[in-house]
């Protein structure tokens, strides 16, 4: 997931971010492809769930819900009235740089380490 290579950012970017149709995936539609329509996003908001720690869906690290639309009712979580095409840029570079950084680290290590490792020893 390109947001969990800077989560960082992501963090000091928006106050109520959140995984789905939030402000951090509304900024990057929105530099990417221009498709956020800026008048929908308070409804979006408020129809939504802005805050989904205080959603009280989960007890002892599970998720407590089935389905998305139990905790929104359009899909939305976060508070994308945060989200500005600005916003979408700074994620879309930092995301490439570690992207990059990402790829050069592949090329240079050996072939053999990059596959499945064996991690249970056949019984003799």
Sequence with gaps: MWDESIP????S???RNGPHAGPKETSM???LADLVRAGELEAARDDGCPDLEAAETERNG???????????????FGDPTDASAAKGEELFEAASEQLVALAEWLEVQPRETLGPQAHVRERE
């Excluded at 960082?8 to 963090?11: A, S």
């Excluded at 389905?67 to 009712?73: A, G, Q, T, V």
């Design 8 to 11: 960082e950012l992501v963090d």
């Design 13 to 15: 970017l928006f106050e």
């Design 29 to 31: 539609v929105w530099y």
């Design 62 to 76: 599970a998720r407590l819900y089935y389905d998305s639309i139990e905790n929104s009712h359009n899909g939305a």
